[in-house]
Nanobody, 119 residues
Framework: QLQLVESGGGLVQPGGSLRLSCAAS????????IGWFRQPPGKQRELVAS??????NYADSVKGRFTISRGDAKNTVNLQMNNLEPEDTAVYYC??????????????WGQGTQVTVSS
């Protein structure tokens, strides 16, 4: 059983930076596609960034500001967030998804970490 724990959230002023980490226990993340999602207050959850063997992808709203990367340890994936905007305020979740070809077989989610961007 894979368990994911997000960390690194907090309160930051507009223009500031945060680094979120997703740490896995139970299995290494090498075989999973990892996604960072966020859910702003009163809105649906949306994909922010993802990393897989095919590379990385970003939502248009965060391109050039956010960077997803696998950590030096095989069980971590990080999301570096720069030049944060109030619109980035949300609960951020990481997802580890296992695919067979293009078919999602199963996935795991963390409990989320709050990011608040406010002056």
């Amino acid at each position: 059983q894979l368990q994911l724990v997000e960390s690194g959230g907090g309160l930051v002023q507009p223009g500031g930076s945060l680094r979120l980490s997703c740490a896995a226990s139970g299995l290494a993340l090498d075989y999973y596609d990892i996604g960072w999602f966020r859910q702003p207050p009163g809105k649906q959850r949306e994909l922010v960034a993802s990393i897989s063997t095919s590379g990385t992808n970003y939502a248009d709203s965060v391109k050039g500001r956010f960077t997803i990367s696998r950590g030096d340890a095989k069980n971590t994936v990080n999301l570096q967030m720069n030049n944060l905007e109030p619109e980035d305020t949300a609960v951020y979740y990481c997802q580890a998804a296992y695919y067979n070809g293009d078919t999602l077989q199963y996935d795991y989610w963390g409990q989320g970490t709050q990011v608040t961007v406010s002056s």
